[in-house]
């Protein structure tokens, strides 16, 4: 599979503390910003230009994963996914829907950037399970909110894999499991709506590893970033 | 050591003009705070990005708008990106025009649209020129 709009992809090993965030722009110039605002807030990025590479790289990396000999193969976990919403294409809202609605991915926080304050756009992405939207141009400001989101989750699910997964068998659970999800994942970026959630797989309450499938995006979550949003929408730090 | 601290207030000076005549915004100020010993060059390279979009997007325009029947929506979009990557390096004067431009766009106003078209390259022409110096100063 090309990477072409792959932008920048960290190989550095996994480490277990920092936030890897996936970005999706099809602006080079915006995409090459909220990189480095991601990156000097300790964050691992990989940036991508449309929806579909961005599912391809969900995608790509279990596939790849599924496919290694080790036994238990550390993912490529991403923490977060942060998009613009007008693409070509795909919009952010789609992918946002297309993530929401695969079992594997949904538990991803999905952060929603768009260059226009059109409070409609905002509830229906809150709506659909958006984590935030951000207004831009993106300031440093608005990444430190968004790392606000990720600590306590990823913390939280770190120490749970620590505990839960010491053999191999739970790695290798989840990598089938991916690796059945990527397979629907593919399809879905290939030929445009109607996905069905894929329902083989034992559901979120899967014994093994990180049970960090129930969202906690508490609905007092969400209402605290639409009021932010909504009171400062036309200020600039 | 006395031509260096002068210049360096001139550096200033001229960074601060460009500030008040509205050339640039907020954002440039956010784009040099990502700057650091470890990314020295980072606001050039974003801004050296952002002059190779806006010339090819203002080669898109020029051609949108010398078509016999102008298509609208594809001159949005293209309008639309300018205003956008504009915004995002501060260029506050271009996205200014460019949200006029929008406008022209909406309501199929051809002689408004090559205005407002006039209008960005002229202001394109001015913040490069601008940035160009004042990079070849700071670096």
């Known amino acids: 599979m090309d990477t072409n709009g792959v932008v920048s ?22 995409r090459k910003v909220i990189e ?22 969900l995608g790509l990396d279990e596939q790849r994963r599924a496919s290694e000999s080790d036994s238990f ?29 695969s079992t594997t991915f949904r538990e991803i926080p999905v952060v929603i950037m768009s260059s226009e304050n059109i409070l409609p756009r905002i509830d229906r992405c809150l709506e659909e399970g958006a984590e935030d939207f951000i207004v831009k141009p993106v300031k440093l400001s608005d990444v430190k909110r968004l790392k606000g989101y990720m600590t306590p989750r990823e913390v939280r699910e770190r120490s749970q894999e620590r505990t839960s997964v010491e053999g191999s068998g739970g790695g290798v659970e989840i990598n089938n499991k991916r690796k059945l999800e990527e397979q629907e994942i593919s399809d879905v970026s290939s030929s445009p709506p109607s996905i069905s959630t894929l329902s083989s797989s034992p559901s979120d309450s899967s014994p093994s590893p990180s049970p960090s ?8 979550v969400l209402a605290s970033p639409i009021r932010r949003l909504k009171m400062s929408s036309s200020t600039t730090d | 050591m006395d031509g260096i601290v002068e210049l360096q207030r001139q550096l200033i000076d001229y960074t601060a003009s460009l500030f008040h005549e509205g ?9 040099q705070q990502l700057e650091d010993e470890n990314n020295p060059g980072f606001v050039v390279e974003v801004v050296t990005l952002f002059f190779e979009d806006a010339d090819r997007l203002l080669n898109e325009l020029t051609k949108a708008l010398g078509q016999p ?5 594809s001159l949005d979009a293209h309008v639309h ?33 090559l205005k407002n078209l006039q209008q960005v390259k002229h202001e394109y022409s001015l913040v490069k020129d601008r940035l160009e110096t004042l990079f070849r100063v700071r670096g």
């Not at chain 2, 929008?102 to 002689?111: F, G, K, L, T």
């Open chain 2, 23 to 31: 050339f640039l915004d907020e954002q440039f100020n956010q784009l």
């Open chain 1, 36 to 57: 480095r605002l991601l990156k000097i807030s300790a964050c691992k990025v990989t940036a991508v230009d449309s929806g579909i590479r961005a599912l391809q790289f």
């Open chain 2, 81 to 113: 990106q300018l205003k956008g990557s504009s915004s995002s390096i501060g260029a506050h004067r271009i996205h200014r025009v460019c949200i006029s431009f929008r406008n022209s766009c909406e309501e199929q106003n051809v002689e408004g649209c």
């Open chain 1, 73 to 101: 193969v550390p993912s490529l976990k991403v923490d977060l996914i942060i998009t613009d919403y007008c693409m070509p294409e795909m919009t952010g809202y789609e992918l946002l829907k297309k993530i929401k609605e």
């Open chain 1, 9 to 30: 992809f960290d190989v550095s090993p996994e480490d277990s503390h920092e936030v890897h965030v996936l970005a999706v722009d099809d602006s080079l110039v915006d």
């Open chain 1, 213 to 220: 499938s129930s969202p906690t995006s508490s609905p007092s």
């Open chain 2, 69 to 73: 029947s102008v298509d609208f929506k």
